[in-house]
């Protein structure tokens, strides 16, 4: 039998987690407030995926390396996954009104729809829309 993991916690930087909670609420995400406080915001991408975001000081307790400056270089890409082309437009749309900065152009690959923004860390966020799901 695989591995299969019964939720996934991905953990990120912010030098401002009440700016970082006002940004991703204008973006339609809500947060649990069990898991957020001055040091750090559980954001519910849906019922088993959370992202932490965890104030900069805070998250270096969880690491001995230094934390990279995304604005500057990447270390991951956070891809979330919606229903629709529209979809994807709506919220790189909403991101960038919200304080957000454009990324890359929108990508059509035919069976997949692709776009992306990046957050007020300079963290990168693909939104995507596939016809067949993984």
């Not at 987690?17 to 559980?42: P, Q």
């Not at 519910?44 to 975001?53: A, C, E, I, K």
């Not at 009104?97 to 454009?102: I, K, Q, T």
């Not at 860390?121 to 939104?127: P, Q, R, S």
């Amino acid at each position: 039998m695989a591995f299969e993991a019964n939720q996934v916690y991905i953990n990120i930087p912010v030098k401002n987690v009440d700016a970082s909670i006002s940004f991703f609420r204008e973006l339609g995400f809500e947060f649990n407030a069990d898991y957020t406080d001055d040091n750090a915001a559980c954001m519910v991408v849906n019922n088993n995926t959370f992202v932490m975001l965890l104030v900069e000081e805070y998250f270096q307790s969880f690491t001995k390396k230094e934390i990279v400056n995304a604005k500057e270089s990447t270390e991951a890409i956070l891809a979330i996954g919606v229903n629709r082309r529209e979809e994807v437009d709506t919220l790189v749309e909403k991101a960038l009104d919200s304080g957000g900065e454009a990324s890359s152009d929108p990508v059509d690959h035919g069976f997949m729809y692709v776009s992306s923004f990046q957050d007020l860390d300079g963290h990168l966020w693909e939104v995507m829309s596939m016809e067949k799901k993984i």
